[in-house]
T-cell receptor
């Protein structure tokens, strides 16, 4: 089946504008993750969804960032009042779930965000 | 808290050279350990994993052994190829709620 898809692939916006990034996980995967990859940096965890449970938002850098996952499938990451430091590649990953945390994450191609 | 530390790059090797990329971790319990790879222009993909101490993960000629006593999961390959040029990320997960990734090591293999 299809892998994880993300849209748009590239987004250029002006400082202060809001942006929405979309992630469509692999069908049947109950876990969905958002990460941020800045130039020269590793992957920064942002948020995690598991089924119908409350999301783990501990990685969101500020209250300008929010995410939702509708119907346990598609997820949208919203950044309000974008700042230049928000420029990065935003990655989405999905996985099935095990209590042991040994499930493989499948990553999307990412959305490259540039805030001017 | 949990964390992963991997050797900084970039690493440049000649084809057929031996590769080691060091990775050490800090965890409160018994994590699963992973190596992910990001080839130029592509998304991250799993390279190999190990879920308990002394397990060896292997794939595409790469190997890594889960060493609990040294809290390490070093990536090795006996003879690298140009096609191995990529960025390699070490990662751990204990509960599946969060994955912790290292900062990545860029590898360039020259003919």
């Amino acid at each position: 089946g299809a892998g994880v898809s993300q849209s748009p692939s590239n987004k250029v916006t002006e400082k202060g504008k809001d942006v929405e990034l979309r992630c469509d996980p692999i069908s049947g995967h109950t876990a969905l993750y958002w990460y941020r990859q800045s130039l020269g940096q590793g992957l920064e965890f942002l948020i995690y969804f598991q089924g119908n449970s409350a999301p783990d938002k501990s990685g969101l850098p500020s209250d300008r960032f929010s995410a939702e996952r509708t119907g346990g499938s598609v997820s949208t990451l919203t950044i309000q009042r974008t700042q230049q430091e928000d420029s990065a590649v935003y990655l989405c990953a999905s996985s099935s779930t095990s209590d042991r945390g040994d499930e493989t994450q499948y990553f999307g191609p990412g959305t490259r965000l540039l805030v001017l | 808290g949990d964390s992963v530390t991997q050797m900084e790059g970039p690493v440049t090797l000649s084809e057929e050279a031996f590769l080691t990329i060091n990775c050490t971790y800090t965890a409160t319990g018994y994590p699963s350990l992973f190596w992910y790879v990001q080839y130029p222009g592509e998304g991250l993909q799993l390279l190999l994993k190990a879920t308990k101490a002394d397990d060896k993960g292997s794939n595409k000629g790469f190997e890594a052994t889960y060493r609990k006593e040294t809290t390490s999961f070093h990536l090795e390959k006996g003879s690298v190829q140009v096609s191995d040029s990529a960025v390699y990320f070490c990662a751990l997960s204990e509960t599946g709620n969060q994955f912790y990734f290292g900062t990545g090591t860029s590898l360039t293999v020259i003919p």
